[in-house]
């Protein structure tokens, strides 16, 4: 996301004038500060019960930020694996089934106890 004054001072930049640097790095600083801001605000009303009510330096921000976005990398990926987990557990059952079937139409029901018993 680009401000508009930032807009403004790359465009000069491009038209011939040169902007002095030190202004570039307010202006820099400037937008850095500001994205830090709407973090800030994201995290604490994210995590209102969890961020002390002191003041959040920048690094505390950071640190939040990478963390809450691991938690959602997370989460994203967790309930796909959970699912297979699922998926593969389902057709074990179906073969265990099976299996037991086949062994219940044999001459000794026996045998199949101890199999069942013994994949579970």
């Known amino acids: 996301m680009v401000a ?3 807009c403004s001072v790359k ?12 202004l570039m790095e307010k202006k820099r600083r400037a937008r850095i500060n500001r994205c ?8 604490e ?6 961020i002390r009510k ?11 930020t990478v963390k809450h976005l691991r938690n ?9 694996v959970n699912a297979k987990f699922a998926e593969y557990h389902a057709g074990y059952r179906s073969c265990l089934t099976g299996v037991n079937q086949y062994l219940l139409m044999a001459e000794n ?3 199949s ?8």
């Open 4 to 6: 508009p004054s930032d």
């Open 11 to 22: 465009s000069n930049i491009f038209s011939g004038k040169k902007v002095s640097k030190p």
């Open 36 to 43: 830090l801001d709407q973090l800030k605000t994201l995290l």
């Open 45 to 50: 009303s994210y995590y209102t019960n969890n």
């Open 54 to 64: 002191r003041k959040l330096e920048k690094a505390d921000i950071l640190e939040l």
């Open 72 to 80: 959602l990398q997370k989460n994203q990926h967790g309930p796909s």
């Open 109 to 111: 029901p026996s045998g």
């Open 113 to 120: 106890t101890r199999l069942t018993q013994y994949i579970k």
